[in-house]
């Protein structure tokens, strides 16, 4: 059993990640600084140090000692990171960056592994759906330009420093301990939260908008997959179904989840909004012998429960 770093395991893919990879019997230190991440999401854990990714002197005592490291910390809020730029950059960049540069000092035998979380955000608008890894990159967002450095920065960890990589291209993840509160939740755990408390939900939009949702359940088996496939050729792969869902879908999968039916009003577009963004799954489907098994329905049906919907 191995030694893992585990940053931003108090937030909800993290804390995930947290239960599965105690689960199978390894042992956890997670690195949060708390600022969306709850406490209570991982009440086993003991080695929790309370700190930021973008402080490399925290960074790098949090990995010494460790066989590998799950970077999932990042602030997620694509509005957040256009309105404040520079601090999201120094967080899901310059942390990134620090997160790599301790990964390749951890032990004295060489670099440990990093599994890193990116975002189909790095695409953009690009409109070639379903999106492949190799489709051009043209992030509309500060977040999504972020995640492409980080991706270029495990490159360079890669082929300059040795540091074996693994890097995830998230589409809609969505579960159990998303808060809907949060300005980084997805749409996902806001629609259930107003379903639950018989609210009603607001579409930007007509609702057309496609998506690619993906259970946070089956998020995390390639992520932790991704560790045995770590290598200094810096593959990423994106996590996606690639059965695409409007957002009319989904109020419609969401009510028949709950035997009830979702309020909805409709507003204006967002600025900024892609209209479609689904992923291909071929590559990583090829790379790791599996697929997202949990249907949408399933998946709304188990995030309706841990409501209490």
Same mark, same amino acid.
């Given at each position: 059993?191995?030694?893992?770093?585990?940053?931003?395991?108090?937030?909800?893919?993290?804390?995930?990640?947290?239960?599965a990879?105690? %689960? %199978?019997?390894?042992?956890? !230190?997670?690195?949060?600084d708390?600022?969306?991440?709850?406490?209570? $999401?991982? /009440?086993?854990?003991?080695?929790?140090?309370i700190?930021?990714?973008?402080?490399?002197?925290?960074? %790098?005592?949090?990995?010494t000692?460790?066989?590998?490291?799950?970077?999932?910390? *990042?602030?997620?809020?694509?509005?957040?990171? $256009?309105?404040?730029?520079?601090?999201?950059?120094?967080? $899901?960049?310059?942390?990134?960056?620090?997160?790599?540069?301790a990964? !390749?000092?951890?032990?004295?035998?060489?670099?440990?592994?990093v599994?890193? %979380?990116?975002?189909?955000?790095?695409?953009?608008?690009?409109?070639? =759906?379903?999106?492949?890894e190799?489709?051009?990159?043209?992030?509309?967002? *500060?977040?999504? *330009?972020?995640?492409?450095?980080? #991706?270029?920065?495990?490159?360079?960890?890669?082929?300059?420093?040795?540091? /074996?990589?693994?890097?995830? !291209?998230?589409?809609?993840?969505?579960?159990?301990?998303?808060?809907?509160?949060?300005?980084?939740?997805? =749409?996902?755990?806001?629609? +259930?939260?107003?379903?639950? *408390?018989?609210?009603?939900?607001?579409?930007?939009?007509?609702?057309?908008?496609? !998506?690619?949702?993906?259970?946070?359940?089956?998020?995390?088996?390639?992520?932790?997959?991704?560790m045995?496939?770590?290598?200094?050729?810096? #593959? =990423?792969? $994106?996590?996606?179904?690639?059965?695409?869902?409007?957002?009319?879908?989904?109020?419609? +999968?969401?009510?028949?989840a +709950?035997?009830?039916?979702?309020?909805?009003e409709?507003?204006?577009?967002?600025?900024?909004?892609?209209?479609?963004?689904?992923?291909?799954?071929?590559?990583?489907?090829?790379?790791?012998?599996?697929?997202?098994?949990?249907?949408?329905?399933?998946?709304?049906a188990?995030?309706?429960?841990?409501?209490?919907?």
């Amino acid at each position: 059993m191995a030694a893992y770093l585990v940053t931003g395991g108090c937030g909800f893919i993290g804390s995930h990640l947290v239960d599965a990879l105690m %689960a %199978a019997g390894h042992s956890v !230190r997670i690195l949060d600084d708390l600022s969306t991440g709850k406490r209570e $999401n991982v /009440p086993d854990v003991e080695d929790i140090v309370i700190g930021d990714v973008a402080d490399a002197g925290v960074m %790098a005592g949090a990995m010494t000692g460790m066989d590998g490291c799950f970077h999932l910390a *990042a602030i997620a809020s694509v509005q957040r990171s $256009n309105e404040e730029w520079a601090l999201t950059h120094r967080v $899901n960049l310059t942390g990134t960056v620090n997160v790599l540069d301790a990964a !390749r000092q951890a032990k004295a035998g060489g670099p440990v592994p990093v599994v890193y %979380a990116s975002s189909a955000a790095v695409y953009g608008d690009n409109p070639a =759906v379903p999106l492949v890894e190799d489709a051009q990159k043209r992030p509309l967002t *500060a977040y999504g *330009a972020d995640k492409l450095g980080c #991706e270029q920065h495990a490159r360079v960890a890669g082929q300059v420093h040795d540091v /074996p990589t693994t890097g995830f !291209r998230f589409f809609n993840i969505y579960g159990p301990r998303q808060d809907p509160g949060s300005p980084y939740s997805g =749409v996902i755990s806001i629609f +259930a939260d107003r379903l639950s *408390a018989g609210r009603t939900a607001t579409v930007h939009g007509d609702g057309g908008q496609m !998506r690619d949702f993906v259970y946070v359940g089956d998020c995390v088996r390639f992520v932790m997959a991704g560790m045995e496939k770590a290598t200094t050729a810096a #593959e =990423v792969y $994106n996590v996606c179904t690639g059965r695409p869902s409007s957002l009319l879908d989904l109020i419609a +999968a969401l009510s028949d989840a +709950a035997g009830r039916d979702l309020a909805v009003e409709f507003g204006p577009p967002r600025i900024g909004d892609i209209r479609d963004s689904f992923g291909d799954a071929s590559k990583t489907t090829a790379a790791f012998g599996m697929t997202v098994d949990t249907s949408l329905r399933d998946g709304l049906a188990k995030t309706l429960r841990s409501l209490g919907g």
